[in-house]
């Protein structure tokens, strides 16, 4: 059984900074992405890690304003989120999954229950 809780989501202004943080329940180390979903469009790839932390990937809009890391001692999954944009209001959920890496949505395995990141001034 895998269960994931994400935390620190917040309203946040234009410009701003925000760290989510992602608990893990597992008995295996799994690959670890983060996805969202803006409200009323469909749930999208934001980044993944693999199981050392050695790996990354992100998509586009996101690189080079985001980081994703990891604490396996803590079994916990960051997202460093930077020069935050209204364009990244979403819902941000983390996800765990055997391959990496995963960014079709219907392929993770496991899934959190997601945390509500608003940018507006």
């Known amino acids: 059984q895998v269960r994931l809780v994400e935390s620190g989501g917040r309203l946040v202004q234009p410009g701003g900074s925000l760290r989510l943080s992602c608990d893990i329940s597992?008995?295996?180390?799994?690959?670890m992405s983060w996805f969202r979903q803006p409200s009323g469009k469909e749930r999208v790839f934001v980044a993944a890690i693999n199981e050392s932390g050695r790996r990354t990937l992100y998509a586009d809009s996101v690189k080079g304003r985001f980081t994703i890391s990891r604490d396996n001692p803590k079994n916990t999954v960051f997202l460093q989120m930077n020069s935050l944009e209204p364009e990244d209001t979403a819902v941000y959920y983390c996800?765990?999954?055997?391959?990496?890496?995963?960014?079709?949505?219907?392929?993770?395995?496991?899934w959190g229950q997601g945390t509500q990141v608003n940018v507006s001034s």
């Open positions: 996800a765990a999954d055997s391959v990496y890496p995963t960014r079709v949505p219907n392929r993770i395995d496991y």
């Open positions: 597992a008995r295996t180390r799994y690959v």
